[in-house]
């Protein structure tokens, strides 16, 4: 075992770091107080390569592997998961479903410019009833000969209107159940598709939430992914990725609160001494140690088996169950460290526990996690 990153690795994590800390920073509290899209911090972002981070260099991709990607989502998740959270879905969910399961029309045309990051891309899976069951799709993407009709609503979908390529989960043959559902790439400007309003959110509130209403929108068959019925096993694929960046987020999140935490301990007096000098208090960092490492471990290996070939389901849900649970803890500790300064917005922990609840929830909650593991503990 290797536990060394190489020199490329580390220079990737420091590039990520320096933009967080220096530039994210800056307009991360008022950005997230009004609900403001990061415009600006997403075109450095592509500019540094981040957001087509893991697209073959022949498709304009930066040609990183999946520990850079860990290190560079943790970095910007420390200080902005708003931010973080659009690299994720670009990255990991749309840019690696179309290089991976596309066919090369598809990669020409909407692949390199999402991995310029010149477009933004969406994931569209969940409905007002299918979030976790998502086989349950009412949204219907009927056979026409040479198109689909698209018709349905998604819902909470991060990116729908900063994203200009969505790639759509439909019904096409409800008789056949999951084996009749497709991934569909769609363009945002196609004649029929509307947004709801911006959520509102308790946390990333800056990120791009909408749902997407589709009424009789007509798309060609050369932009359906995969043969015809291999969309749930496309999202299912796809997702298991998308956990790696959802892990690391989390993980970000955790040790974003966990580093101010240890400073702010460092600094504030009670009793005469300083906080980090009460047992009580050091001990609970010393938690939060232990468990930021833990996480940043399962992210790791997960994104280590990926990027060697193997299969990687089971570890990514076990990264994105545990790194999401212990930010939750670990944001929580941090606003206790605090004191009363963890309750407002200026030292930044209370931000980070707001964030920390959504990786919880979404691209499957936690309990859904806990199923993939122990489906894969019992399969005969
Ligand atoms: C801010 C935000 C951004 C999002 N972005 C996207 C996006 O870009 N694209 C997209 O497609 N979706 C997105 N989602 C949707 C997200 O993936 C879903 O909210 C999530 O999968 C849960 O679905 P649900 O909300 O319908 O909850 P439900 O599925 O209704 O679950 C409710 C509760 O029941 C539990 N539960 C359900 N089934 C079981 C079971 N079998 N056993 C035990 N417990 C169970 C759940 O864990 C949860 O606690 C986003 C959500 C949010 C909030």
């Known amino acids: 075992m290797n536990f060394e990153f190489t020199e490329e ?17 800056t ?29 073959d260099p022949k498709y304009d991709g930066g040609g990183m592997d999946t520990i850079s990607y860990v290190l560079a989502m943790e970095e910007i998740s420390k200080v902005d998961s708003s931010v973080a959270v659009v690299m994720s879905v670009n990255n990991s969910l749309v840019c690696y479903g179309i290089e991976k399961y596309g066919n090369e029309a598809q990669r020409e045309k909407f692949l390199k410019p999402l991995a310029r990051g010149e477009k933004i891309g969406a994931f569209l899976l969940s409905e007002p009833e299918a979030g976790s069951d998502a086989t349950s799709q009412r949204t219907t993407a009927e056979d026409k000969g040479d198109h689909y ?27 056949k159940g999951h084996k009749g559902i497709n991934a569909i790439i769609v363009e945002k400007n196609t004649p029929g598709i509307s947004l709801g309003p911006h959520e509102d959110k308790m946390g990333m509130r800056s990120s791009d939430t909408h749902s997407v209403m589709f009424t009789d929108v007509k798309v060609p068959k050369e932009n359906r992914i995969g043969e015809d019925g291999f969309g749930f096993k496309f999202a299912m694929k796809t997702l298991e990725g998308g956990r790696i960046g959802i892990a690391s987020q ?3 999140i955790a040790s974003g609160a966990m580093e101010r935490a ?6 504030r007096k009670a009793f005469g001494k300083l906080i980090s000098q009460h047992q ?5 960092l010393s938690d939060m140690a232990v468990k930021v490492e833990n996480a940043r471990n399962l ?12 299969p990687y389901g089971t570890a990514s849900a076990m990264a994105k169950y545990y790194a999401a649970e212990i930010a939750m803890q670990v944001t929580t500790e941090a606003v206790q460290i605090h004191g009363g300064y963890g309750y407002v917005k200026e030292y930044h922990v209370e931000r980070l526990m707001r964030e920390a609840k959504l990786t919880q929830i979404y691209e499957g909650t936690s309990e859904i996690q806990q199923i993939v593991i122990s489906r894969a503990l019992l399969e005969d």
Not at 11 to 20: E, K, L, V
Not at 32 to 48: C, M, R, W
Not at 262 to 267: A, F, G, P, R
């Open 9 to 25: 690795q580390i220079m990737i994590q420091q590039a990520a770091r320096d933009y967080a800390q220096r530039e994210l920073i």
């Open 27 to 55: 307009d991360v509290i008022e950005r997230d107080a009004k609900g403001i899209f990061p415009e600006h911090h997403i075109k450095n972002l592509a500019n540094l390569g981040f957001l087509g981070m893991l697209v």
């Open 149 to 175: 009709l698209i018709n349905g609503t998604k819902n909470w979908i991060t990116n729908a209107n900063c994203g200009s390529t969505y790639i759509v989960i439909a019904q096409t043959d409800p008789a």
């Open 250 to 252: 989390a993980l970000g």
């Open 262 to 267: 240890i400073q702010y301990s460092k600094e």
């Open 280 to 284: 009580g208090i050091a001990f609970k």
């Open 299 to 310: 992210c790791l290996k997960a994104a280590w088996l990926k990027d060697n070939g193997k």
